[in-house]
């Protein structure tokens, strides 16, 4: 146990052991006491049990007794004899050290309520604190008067509190103790924010021509991004994957750089990224534009990855160990950008990808543009939402 934190790991179902609580310790003596949290079903004010622990070690040793493998026979109450006796003398800092570790314990266990499962370490708040996060929670009005510009220093601070604790327990009663307007109003300020991070990420590198930067960085990392190109939820099935294609000398194998697969039907889609600098218009033809070597090889590739996937399907499936379903599968190009572009080679450019059958030819700047429209939705629904009038919406987010 520190100032700040305790850690508690269950031991059953009723019981576990919380961090030993230091009385007194010098360089040859130390003396703590062990707690353990209990539910006491009979008696559940009586919430924590315990030993004290006294040890004494020699000068020259490194540790004590009971942090060495070696310790020697330990001395207990069973040790007892008849007639005999065992005495703690503790002085008043050592018991003003375990009246203070009690409270703290006592405490906590009326927080939590019942004993985690596994390990957690639980976040000390000062009283200022708690009352101040009591408001918020019980009143939606407050809530929204932090939210002002000039308290944004406030905000800061106030969710640095919040998350610096390692236990996710912690975390997690906080938000279920919040009521829905202020739960709805915090998710949809964090779906905003993240968006907002992700759209300036793209934004700032639309000149970027690193595939393993958009490939890793952007999309890996952000797998929401490519999930707005499909009407279905879709998730990250595989990147980097083999697809099929190898001859017997275990050459020419085929690598997608993404495939998505529909979390419902198991269905996949194949995805093959380029980069916004790749050019995707080509020189003027008969009073339109042929397309780029890049932008036919994209199509062709992504195709070909299909093609391969769908003959070599019962192969894969026996040698992976997750499931998936070929039943034609869509294929996505991500590509280049549309800026820049004359409304000659945007007539062509849509001409041609809206007559590919079953390829979604997308460039990076649409892309963009998507995130902004869903940035300015969500904000619309916000403002919505904090209108008296408004009515309570169920949307859900892409995360």
């Given at each position: 146990m520190t100032d700040t934190t305790v850690d508690v790991v269950s031991t059953s179902a009723t019981t576990a052991d919380a961090s030993p609580i230091v009385l007194a310790q010098t360089d040859m003596l130390r003396l703590k006491f062990l707690p353990t949290l209990v539910d006491n079903g009979k008696e559940p004010e009586k919430s924590v049990s315990g030993k004290l622990l006294y040890e004494k070690k020699r000068k020259g040793d490194v540790c004590f007794p009971t942090d060495c493998q070696d310790s020697t026979e330990k001395i207990s109450r069973g040790s007892v004899k008849v007639c005999d006796w065992m005495e703690f003398q503790m002085s008043t800092s050592e018991t003003y050290a375990l009246f203070e570790g009690l409270q703290c314990l006592y405490a906590l266990h009326d927080d939590i309520g019942k004993i985690p499962y596994g390990t957690a370490t639980y976040a000390r708040v000062d009283g200022a604190f708690q009352q101040f996060l009591s408001i918020i929670q019980n009143d939606p009005a407050a809530a929204r008067m932090i939210g002002n510009e000039e308290n944004y220093d406030l905000v800061k601070t106030l969710l640095?509190?919040?998350?610096?604790?390692?236990?996710?327990?912690?975390?997690?009663?906080?938000?279920?103790?919040?009521?829905?307007?202020?739960?709805?109003?915090?998710?949809?300020s964090l779906n905003i924010e993240k968006l907002h991070r992700v759209a300036m990420l793209m934004k700032d590198n639309l000149?970027?021509?690193?595939?393993?930067?958009?490939?890793?960085?952007?999309f890996k990392e952000n797998?929401?991004?490519?999930?707005?190109l499909f009407a279905c939820p879709c998730t990250i099935f595989a990147d980097k994957?083999?697809?099929g294609g190898k001859n017997i000398n275990n050459g020419c194998g085929n690598l997608c750089d993404f495939i998505y697969q529909n979390s419902l039907s198991q269905n996949v889609a194949l995805i093959e990224i380029k980069t916004p600098c790749t050019e995707i218009i080509g020189s003027q033809y008969r009073g339109t534009y042929s397309f780029s070597y890049e932008l036919s090889g994209a199509v062709s590739q992504v195709l070909n990855y299909r093609d391969k996937l769908t003959k070599e399907?019962?192969?894969?499936?026996?040698?992976?160990?997750?499931?998936?379903?070929?039943?034609?599968?869509?294929?996505?190009?991500?590509?280049?950008?549309?800026s820049g572009m004359n409304s000659g080679q945007i007539a062509a450019f849509e001409n041609f990808r809206n007559s590919l059958n079953n390829i979604l030819v997308i460039t990076f700047d649409e892309l963009y543009q998507r995130i902004i429209d869903l940035i300015t939705i969500l904000s619309e629904n916000a403002e919505q939402e904090r209108e008296p009038s408004s009515q309570n919406g169920n949307e859900e987010y892409p995360f």
């Open positions: 640095r509190l919040i998350t610096q604790t390692s236990s996710l327990e912690s975390l997690k009663k906080s938000l279920s103790e919040l009521q829905d307007d202020n739960l709805r109003h915090l998710t949809t000149d970027n021509n690193s595939e393993e930067f958009w490939q890793t960085t952007v797998q929401w991004v490519l999930a707005q994957a083999y697809v399907y019962y192969a894969l499936c026996h040698q992976g160990t997750q499931s998936f379903e070929v039943m034609t599968p869509k294929c996505v190009v991500i590509i280049g950008k549309m």
